[in-house]
């Protein structure tokens, strides 16, 4: 007979706080898992996760190593309600301690309540309590130098989590939380698939690593699940397919290739679909990575032609959920606020975004008459989007979406959600993410 524990977790989110929210939920609706959900603040969010079966307990690195807008992931370790943390700290440390080595470990605080001086006054006595016992555990504390919250670059040059422990102080409710860090997003990675890349090319594709991993997740838990069926644990039910018809220098490409699904991906440049092959054939070079053969594709071809149909239409038939992930095209780059002469490019912008999903459209209505693959039934595909957003003199925004969006339901399309936006305060052109899925 199985039983049950809750086990909690607080997940701190990147930069664009409901773009990363809504990945997070996501994710979480491709696993099995049972789950409440609580926002501490508009960035950090607490996870009571219920396991129904202490016998196949919650692994959350699955979850978490999926991510690409979370930053960090606490496990809940002790509660107070007199915002005194180092107990917990100690206790927590003590419990995990081996005597064979020293042990790295650093505080973050998530409240006001406790500063950087106190978190470090906090350290310290921890480590001479330790250090004081019958069995002494030796220890090196990471002092704060300046925030109250460690820096990435600092937990990943001191490989923690993996050699070391970090630890969240948070309030809620009333009370003090304590965490320890169990996933980093390491920033030396994404920066290596960012910038690291053999065939960058800032004119044939700018779309940011993250944000492609982003729209492949949004992409995923918006695919119809199977009512009848539980979902394995792990993905959707069936085989999974990514599309990019706007590769260029293949970010979409690359970030599905590490969620281990299968992608193909084209362009209308012999250019970026080099580009892209060469930087899928480094990713797959590199230690650890696992890359099957058959796992990715790429060919040449213009998004609103017949030939990208007849390309896919062939390769489509065996999967039962299939993600259409792209950043088309922008308009040209800016760097004042445009006015209204500076966005009579974007009617021809326009109409490659109509005439791709007019494309695209038909190559799924098509394929409509097989709808079971090997006993599941086939979701409706999804599409994740860029559409441009400009920031406009006067402080308005011209919504290229906003502007087409009547005459992308005519073709025969829904609107999932409403649009997430992409962007830092400076940046003349955002992006808006848009999910969409086609009508029966």
Same mark, same amino acid.
């Given at each position: 007979?199985?039983?049950?524990?809750?086990?909690?977790?607080? #997940?701190?989110?990147?930069?664009?706080?409901?773009?990363?929210?809504?990945?997070?939920?996501?994710?979480?609706?491709?696993?099995?898992?049972?789950? !409440?959900?609580?926002?501490?603040?508009?960035?950090?969010?607490?996870?009571?996760?219920?396991?129904?079966?202490?016998?196949?307990?919650?692994?959350? @690195?699955?979850?978490?190593?999926?991510?690409?807008?979370?930053?960090?992931?606490?496990?809940?370790?002790?509660?107070?309600?007199?915002?005194? +943390?180092?107990?917990?700290?100690?206790?927590?440390?003590?419990?995990?301690?081996?005597?064979?080595?020293?042990?790295?470990?650093?505080?973050?605080?998530?409240?006001?309540?406790?500063?950087? !001086?106190?978190?470090?006054?906090?350290?310290?006595?921890?480590?001479?309590?330790?250090?004081?016992?019958?069995?002494?555990?030796? =220890?090196?504390?990471?002092?704060?130098?300046?925030?109250?919250?460690?820096?990435?670059?600092?937990?990943?040059?001191?490989?923690?989590?993996?050699? &070391?422990?970090?630890?969240?102080? /948070?309030?809620?409710? &009333?009370?003090?939380?304590?965490?320890?860090?169990?996933?980093?997003?390491?920033?030396? /990675?994404?920066?290596?698939?960012?910038?690291?890349?053999?065939?960058?090319?800032?004119?044939?594709?700018?779309?940011?690593?993250?944000?492609?991993?982003?729209?492949?997740?949004?992409?995923?838990?918006?695919?119809?699940?199977?009512?009848?069926?539980?979902?394995?644990?792990?993905?959707?039910?069936?085989?999974?397919?990514?599309?990019?018809?706007?590769?260029?220098?293949?970010?979409?490409?690359?970030?599905?290739?590490?969620?281990?699904?299968?992608?193909?991906?084209?362009?209308?440049?012999?250019?970026?679909?080099?580009?892209?092959?060469?930087?899928?054939?480094?990713?797959?070079?590199?230690?650890?990575?696992?890359?099957?053969?058959?796992?990715?594709? *790429?060919?040449?071809?213009?998004?609103?032609?017949?030939?990208?149909?007849?390309?896919?239409?062939?390769?489509?038939?065996?999967?039962?959920?299939?993600?259409?992930?792209?950043? +088309?095209?922008?308009?040209? +780059? $800016?760097?004042?606020?445009?006015?209204? $002469?500076?966005?009579?490019?974007?009617?021809?912008?326009?109409?490659?975004?109509?005439?791709?999903?007019?494309?695209?459209?038909?190559? #799924?209505?098509?394929?409509?008459?097989?709808?079971?693959?090997?006993?599941?039934?086939?979701?409706?595909?999804?599409?994740?989007?860029?559409?441009?957003?400009?920031?406009?003199?006067?402080?308005?925004?011209?919504?290229?979406?906003?502007?087409?969006?009547?005459?992308?339901?005519?073709?025969?399309? =829904?609107?999932?959600?409403? +649009? *997430?936006?992409?962007?830092?305060?400076? @940046?003349?052109?955002?992006?808006?993410?848009?999910?969409?899925?086609?009508?029966?």
């Amino acid at each position: 007979m199985s039983s049950s524990s809750t086990k909690q977790y607080i #997940f701190i989110l990147g930069r664009e706080r409901e773009l990363c929210y809504q990945e997070l939920i996501s994710v979480l609706s491709s696993f099995c898992f049972k789950y !409440d959900i609580h926002s501490l603040t508009d960035f950090i969010v607490l996870i009571n996760f219920i396991e129904i079966d202490l016998e196949h307990p919650l692994d959350i @690195q699955p979850i978490a190593m999926r991510l690409g807008g979370t930053i960090k992931v606490y496990e809940v370790a002790g509660v107070s309600y007199d915002a005194k +943390p180092k107990r917990a700290i100690l206790d927590s440390i003590v419990e995990r301690s081996s005597s064979d080595r020293t042990i790295d470990f650093a505080i973050s605080s998530y409240t006001s309540l406790i500063k950087r !001086d106190e978190l470090n006054k906090i350290g310290f006595s921890i480590k001479k309590e330790l250090r004081a016992q019958s069995a002494p555990i030796a =220890t090196r504390f990471l002092a704060l130098k300046e925030e109250a919250i460690a820096s990435l670059a600092v937990l990943a040059g001191n490989k923690i989590p993996l050699k &070391g422990y970090e630890f969240g102080i /948070f309030q809620y409710e &009333g009370k003090t939380i304590v965490g320890f860090l169990v996933f980093l997003s390491d920033p030396n /990675f994404w920066s290596l698939i960012d910038f690291g890349k053999p065939a960058g090319d800032k004119y044939s594709g700018m779309l940011p690593p993250k944000l492609a991993r982003i729209m492949i997740n949004l992409a995923l838990g918006s695919a119809e699940k199977e009512k009848d069926q539980p979902v394995d644990g792990s993905k959707i039910n069936g085989r999974t397919l990514v599309i990019d018809p706007f590769c260029g220098s293949g970010n979409v490409l690359l970030q599905a290739i590490l969620l281990g699904l299968d992608v193909i991906a084209s362009d209308v440049s012999e250019r970026a679909v080099n580009a892209s092959r060469k930087n899928a054939e480094w990713l797959c070079e590199m230690p650890r990575i696992e890359c099957r053969k058959e796992q990715w594709s *790429l060919f040449q071809a213009d998004a609103i032609s017949e030939k990208l149909l007849e390309d896919l239409k062939l390769q489509i038939n065996s999967y039962s959920n299939i993600a259409i992930v792209a950043e +088309p095209y922008l308009g040209r +780059p $800016k760097k004042l606020k445009a006015s209204y $002469k500076d966005i009579d490019e974007y009617d021809e912008v326009k109409e490659l975004y109509l005439a791709f999903l007019r494309n695209i459209a038909k190559l #799924f209505h098509q394929s409509a008459t097989n709808q079971t693959i090997g006993g599941h039934s086939k979701s409706k595909p999804v599409f994740s989007l860029v559409f441009p957003l400009v920031e406009m003199v006067g402080g308005d925004r011209f919504s290229l979406f906003a502007l087409s969006v009547d005459e992308i339901e005519k073709i025969g399309y =829904t609107i999932i959600r409403k +649009p *997430l936006i992409y962007g830092r305060d400076y @940046q003349i052109v955002k992006r808006e993410i848009v999910l969409l899925t086609l009508n029966s």
